[in-house]
């Protein structure tokens, strides 16, 4: 199975600020990769897919960027709305496979 | 409007069998494969597995295999899980998800299922 490390654990900032967490494979998923966010008691919304591609709807202040085993999420102009756990998913070969998940809060 | 609604959840005893269903509208779900996700309580996500559009691929995680038959019926735009030889292990928010090739891009509001005697 592909391993999907991702960091931080958690994180704190503010509002404005500029956020990034990053997911590493255990080996080259060719782009095949999925970030979520996921609200308290709500379940993960899709956000980014192939690496870099945004879902319909979702603001544009998110991107994603990498390649082979290294994959990052950034959040610019950090929003309150933004509180949330991320999650990163590789579908590029099977059992798909979940990062352990990053906490986002507001310091 | 793309909707997915769970059901089916609830307490069980250890050892005994559940099957949850996944109701979908707003798009035409023969095209789509589609899949399951679970949640612990406080914990990450696990992918259980997806099915083809015509049934006749099914992937699963390696250590599910065995327990959980996903299955459907494109004429109930329905989707199925049935989970068998539950544990507590198995404790977990369940939910179906739509997969177009590219990860899951909808998703249910879950349902839970608690295994506990």
């Known amino acids: 199975d592909i391993q999907m490390t991702q960091s931080p654990a958690s994180l704190s900032a503010s509002l404005g600020e500029t956020v990034t967490i990053e997911c590493r494979a255990s080996?080259?998923?060719?782009?095949?990769l999925a970030w979520y966010q996921q609200k308290p008691g709500k379940s993960p919304q899709l956000l980014i897919y192939n690496a870099n591609s945004l879902h319909t709807g979702v603001p544009s202040r998110f991107s994603g960027s990498g390649s082979g085993t290294q994959y990052s999420l950034k959040i610019n102009s950090l929003q309150s709305e933004d509180v949330a756990s991320y999650f990163c998913?590789?579908?590029?070969?099977?059992?798909?496979?979940f990062g352990g998940g990053t906490k986002l809060e507001l310091k | 409007e793309v909707k997915l609604v769970e059901s089916g959840g609830g307490l069980v005893q250890p050892g005994r069998s559940l099957k949850l269903s996944c109701a979908a509208s707003?798009?035409?779900?023969?095209?789509?494969?589609m899949g399951w996700v679970r949640q612990a309580p406080g914990k990450g996500l696990e992918w259980i597995g997806e099915i083809n559009k015509d049934s006749s691929t099914i992937n699963y995680t390696p250590s599910l295999k065995d327990k959980f038959t996903i299955s459907r019926d494109n004429a109930q735009n329905t989707l199925y899980l049935q989970m068998s030889k539950l544990g507590s292990e198995d404790t977990a928010i369940y939910y179906c998800?739509?997969?177009?090739?590219?990860?899951?891009?909808?998703w249910g509001q879950g349902v839970m299922v608690t295994v506990s005697s």
């Open positions: 707003g798009f035409n779900f023969n095209d789509y494969w």
């Open positions: 998913q590789q579908y590029y070969d099977y059992p798909w496979t």
């Open positions: 080996e080259d998923i060719y782009n095949g």
């Open positions: 998800a739509r997969a177009p090739g590219y990860s899951f891009d909808y």
